[in-house]
């Protein structure tokens, strides 16, 4: 495991998801909100960027979930995280499901600095709140996208009701998570996104909210982003 004084990453934050990498595919599992969220978040990328034959990085893609969503929409995808059982996960799947995804271990700071301006769209979903510096991320993953590229980000909002739903909620009332996924003082508020990514120069140009409905268990996009929310930026 990288050391945290060298690269933007939290071990604790690391060991989170490794601990339970080996069950990464399962549906039913602690990833299932992952699996659930993804052919809304997949379907929003692919709206906004055509994936067909774009070349794709996925910033922190634990057991590849979006990654071979991606695939399967046509993108030439590679995948990074910093987490070997989650990367072993994402390479068994992808081998089983004939696939062809390059997955790598490597901080996306260290990816932009040896290949920027590389790829057509960068996206970087739910990682942004489990990292010490979060601009230095978004600054990477505008830094490795090419001129005109897409940057597609998805967090979770510093709010009451964010609190009230994405911990207490998803960990404590309905199990959907493990209790400690989450710490809410690294929630990121849209305002914070907005400066960081204008500082990176990335122009912000859509963000939405994306809703759960605790009775259908299902996610839809809305208007409201207090809690969930995606953000697609372009990079001039």
């Not at 978004?138 to 980000?153: E, L, N, Q, S």
């Not at 912000?204 to 409201?224: C, P």
Request: proline letters at 4%; charged letters at 25%; a positive charge.
């Amino acid at each position: 495991m990288h050391a945290k004084s060298k690269v933007n990453a939290d071990s604790t934050e690391l060991a989170k998801f490794e601990r339970n990498a080996h069950r990464w595919w399962d549906t039913q599992g602690e990833f299932k909100p992952l699996h659930d969220i993804n052919p809304l978040r997949l379907d929003y990328i692919d709206r906004r960027a055509r994936l067909k034959g774009k070349q794709v990085l996925d910033v922190g893609c634990g057991g590849g979930i979006l990654a071979e969503g991606m695939t399967r929409k046509g993108a030439r995808v590679t995948g990074i995280d910093l987490g070997d059982a989650a990367l072993t996960a994402a390479r068994s799947h992808a081998t089983e499901s004939g696939l062809a995804i390059e997955y790598r271990n490597i901080p996306v700071e260290e990816l932009a600095a040896a290949q920027p301006g590389s790829f057509d769209v960068v996206t970087c979903m739910e990682m942004l709140e489990h990292v010490p510096d979060p601009a230095t991320a978004i600054f990477a993953c505008t830094r490795v996208a090419k001129p005109g590229g897409h940057v597609f980000f998805s967090t979770i909002n510093r709010s009451p009701k964010s609190f009230l739903f994405a911990i207490l909620g998803a960990e404590y009332v309905l199990d959907m998570l493990p209790k400690g996924t989450h710490e809410y003082a690294r929630f990121i508020r849209p305002a914070e996104l907005a400066r960081w990514a204008r500082d990176a120069r990335l122009d912000l140009v859509h963000i939405a909210g994306m809703s759960y409905n605790f009775i259908t268990r299902s996610y839809k996009l809305t208007g409201d982003v207090t809690v969930n929310y995606l953000a697609h930026a372009v990079k001039g």
